[in-house]
């Protein structure tokens, strides 16, 4: 069982920045495909980042065509914990962000069914 808690949410101008934590307990995350999704106001959910496990200490990188340039997620294994960088954020952006977790390799990492584990979400305000 792997327990995902989400932070650093909060209100923020446009063009601003914020960077999001997902703190994991439970089992070590560094065999875990991680992903981000938000569900912005009256909206489906929707994938924005992942940060794939490939073999060993291999890992690929995916983001939504909306964040790509915009957004970086990362993952610490020492802190078994993923963060996503948002930098030149968008009133677009606003939405409840989530973390998730999928054991092992996973083809469709966007697909948030393809989950095995979500957070509780942290909330992303952005101004015009």
């Known amino acids: 069982q792997v327990q995902l808690v989400e932070s650093g949410g909060g209100l923020v101008q446009a063009g601003g920045s914020l960077r999001l934590s997902c703190a994991a307990s439970g089992r070590t995350l560094s065999i875990y495909n991680m992903g981000w999704f938000r569900q912005p106001p009256g909206k489906e959910r929707e994938f924005v980042a992942a940060h794939r496990w490939i073999r060993g200490n291999t890992y690929l990188l995916d983001s939504a065509d909306s964040v790509q340039g915009r957004f970086t997620i990362s993952r610490d294994n020492a802190k078994n914990t993923v963060y996503l960088q948002m930098n030149s954020l968008k009133p677009e952006d606003t939405a409840v962000y989530y973390c998730?977790?999928?054991?092992?390799?996973?083809?469709?990492?966007?697909?948030?069914?393809?989950?095995?584990?979500w957070g509780q979400g942290t909330q992303v305000t952005v101004s015009s």
């Open positions: 998730a977790a999928k054991y092992g390799t996973v083809a469709a990492f966007n697909i948030q069914a393809n989950y095995d584990y």
